[in-house]
């Protein structure tokens, strides 16, 4: 990367800005000056990034002069507030939250499936859900060879979804159930540990939750596909921090369940996991940590002759998050779309 410059993390002391802090020194992001902002709960905190510790400053007017690149992940509200003053700023923003993803001005981007959609930024990149992402790099490359007409997902998502204190709440729960004490719950709206439940956002009047509609509006906005039939099912499993998702797939041929392994195995991003003698296929354990989403499990739907069956984890603060906006901003730097935005946002 022949390109340098001045980045910002907004939401640097969260699950996922922790680990945005991890992989800008890890993949050698050529950062010439690194802030650290959160809100004033974490001000004065200290950070380690490349053997030195830098202070977290509270977010202010102020704290995008000069900056080139933002990396916000502190919700979509705190983006609401702050993403547009970055870019007056003259800063580029790739934003982890909600806040931007279905405007039709701001690309919804993952690397593996549309990266010329980043070319097209004015100042905002918004970062795709992480169920989403982990599902669009595993379906992307079949629907290359014959198009999805109908897709049917139910997911399995792990606490780290919520953030760091739910992470840790969901720890504290399993030991006051396993001293025979009632779970004390602050984040989560039940028990997380030992249970499960239907992802806890807002349903809408045809009863889905907003991280369904979240899978159902995006995957078609990545794909550049409106008419992509499309339902899921968001479940909160006791989990620490990948997601796993069974994803039913229907073509209007049969895919050859041999042919959907051959792409899988070569697509990128994804590594195949399967071992039929051992029944042995992606696990949340396995995935959490590695940048690769895990796929396996696949199989002929008997059901249906063009239906296909796939089973993947995914770390949802790496690949579903932190790691995605790293992506992006490496393509910003290899394309030199960072300092050449189209317009102003
Ligand atoms: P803070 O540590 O000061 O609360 P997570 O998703 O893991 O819960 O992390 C959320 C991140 O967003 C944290 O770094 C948190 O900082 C930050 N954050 C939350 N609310 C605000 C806010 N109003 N202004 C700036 N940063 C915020």
Not at 20 to 40: D, H, I, W
């Amino acid at each position: 990367m022949s390109d340098s410059c001045k980045v910002a993390i907004l939401g640097a002391t969260g699950a996922v800005g922790t680990e945005l802090l991890e992989l800008l020194q890890t993949r050698n992001f050529p950062v010439t000056e690194l802030k650290l902002l959160a809100s004033e709960r974490s001000a004065g905190s200290t950070l380690k990034f490349k053997g030195q510790n830098l202070q977290v400053e509270a977010v202010t007017d102020d704290s995008f002069q000069e900056v080139d690149l933002v990396l916000a992940s502190a919700g979509a509200s705190t983006s609401k507030v702050w993403a547009k003053k970055a870019v007056e700023a003259g800063a580029i923003v790739i934003d982890n939250s909600s806040a931007f993803r279905m405007d039709p001005e701001v690309p919804l981007v993952v690397p593996e499936v549309n990266p010329k959609a980043a070319a097209l930024h004015k100042g905002i990149i918004a970062n795709p859900n992480c169920t989403t992402i982990l599902m669009s790099v595993a379906v992307w490359p079949l629907h290359q060879i014959q198009p999805v007409q109908r897709l049917v997902v139910a997911t399995y998502q792990s606490a780290s979804g919520a953030g760091a204190r739910a992470m840790a709440e969901m720890k504290t729960q399993a030991k006051e159930i396993l001293d025979g004490e009632a779970p004390t719950t602050d984040i989560f709206p039940y028990p997380l540990a030992f249970n499960l439940f239907p992802h806890n956002s807002q349903l809408n009047e045809q009863g889905y939750c907003q991280e369904e509609m979240k899978m159902v509006n995006e995957t078609r906005k990545i794909f550049g596909y409106n008419e992509l039939r499309i339902t899921a099912t968001c479940i909160r499993v006791p989990v620490l921090r990948a997601h796993s998702e069974a994803i039913n797939l229907e073509f209007a041929q049969p895919f050859s369940v041999v042919k959907a392994r051959e792409i899988l195995s070569q697509a990128p991003g994804v590594k195949l996991v399967e071992n039929w003698q051992e029944n042995y296929f992606p696990m949340p354990m396995e995935a959490s940590g590695k940048d690769d989403v895990l796929v396996g499990r696949i199989r002929q739907d008997i059901s249906h002759p063009g239906g296909l069956e796939l089973w993947l984890s995914g770390d949802q603060i790496r690949k579903g998050a932190a790691l995605n906006a790293v992506q992006i901003a490496e393509l910003l730097v290899a394309k030199n779309w960072l300092r050449t935005p189209v317009g102003t946002f």
